[in-house]
Nanobody, 123 residues
Framework: QVQLAESGGGSVQAGGSLRLSCAAS????????MGWFRQAPGKEREGVAA????????YYSDSVKGRFTISRDNAKNTNYLQMNSLQPEDTAMYYC????????????????WGQGTQVTVSS
């Protein structure tokens, strides 16, 4: 059974940083794309960043480009989301997800999801 376990969320002040981790287990061999999504209360879920496990090619939403960095450690089956210059509008539940491909990653539903980790940024 596929498991994605997020960690690293918390509360920070505006301008601060957090690093989220996503430990994956039992991923099918054809699952190449790992992504981070977020959802704030009353808002639609938003794709934040994605990365190919093999090539390391990365993708970002315009709202986080230049502030967030996604990376992976294949030896640990873990990917990370380094979040810098956090702002109150970044407050949301952050989810790790996995899919076969990162193509259209912000539009095509990912089949595998973690339980989420809360990020709260105060002004």
């Amino acid at each position: 059974q596929v498991q994605l376990a997020e960690s690293g969320g918390g509360s920070v002040q505006a301008g601060g940083s957090l690093r989220l981790s996503c430990a994956a287990s039992e991923l099918p061999s054809n699952v190449w794309c790992m992504g981070w999504f977020r959802q704030a209360p009353g808002k639609e879920r938003e794709g934040v960043a994605a990365i190919y496990r093999t090539s390391g090619t990365t993708y970002y939403s315009d709202s986080v480009k230049g502030r967030f960095t996604i990376s992976r450690d294949n030896a640990k089956n873990t990917n990370y989301l380094q979040m810098n210059s956090l702002q109150p509008e970044d407050t949301a539940m952050y989810y790790c997800a996995a899919a076969v491909t990162c193509a259209a990653w912000q539009r095509v539903p990912f089949p595998y999801w973690g339980q989420g980790t809360q990020v709260t940024v105060s002004s």
